[in-house]
């Protein structure tokens, strides 16, 4: 499918097919709607469980929204894409910004760094 990587590729292609867009474009719309919000049930703070299940639900889904609709076969190409999904979301700081966690210098610097070396370190398999 469209989002398989293979060997005779460039590393554009590479690169836009390791940037797990769709769920980046999902965690961007939630954090949207929560974002910068207290979330109170009763007395209860849920601020934090909300952040960090909303990062957890999408962590797990990732992995499995390439197998079963892109259906994505390589197992770098799964790890790698499912890697760049924590990346991506420490730039935004979300639930790592409530744990303290959040450097936007760092955040940014990780962000380039990674995206520069993923499409670099993917093996698809011989060209034929």
């Known amino acids: 499918m469209a989002r398989t990587i293979k060997p005779e590729q460039d590393y554009k292609s590479k690169l836009l ?3 797990p867009s769709e769920i980046i474009a999902a965690y961007m719309v939630i954090h949207g ?7 109170e049930v009763g007395e ?5 469980v909300v952040g ?3 990062f957890a639900a999408l962590l797990i889904l990732t992995p499995l ?4 609709i892109h259906n994505v076969k390589s197992k770098a ?14 730039t935004i700081g979300g639930p790592f910004k409530m744990a303290g966690w959040y450097q936007p ?8 760094v ?10 698809t398999g011989k060209k034929s």
């Open 17 to 19: 097919k390791l940037i």
């Open 33 to 39: 709607i929560f974002g910068g919000q207290v979330i």
């Open 44 to 48: 209860k703070d849920l601020t934090n």
């Open 52 to 54: 960090w299940s909303v």
């Open 65 to 68: 929204y390439l197998v079963k």
């Open 77 to 90: 190409q799964i790890l790698l894409t499912t890697l760049s999904f924590p990346v991506w979301v420490y």
């Open 105 to 112: 210098q760092i955040a940014s610097c990780i962000l380039v």
């Open 114 to 123: 990674w995206t520069l070396i993923i499409p670099l370190v993917i093996v």
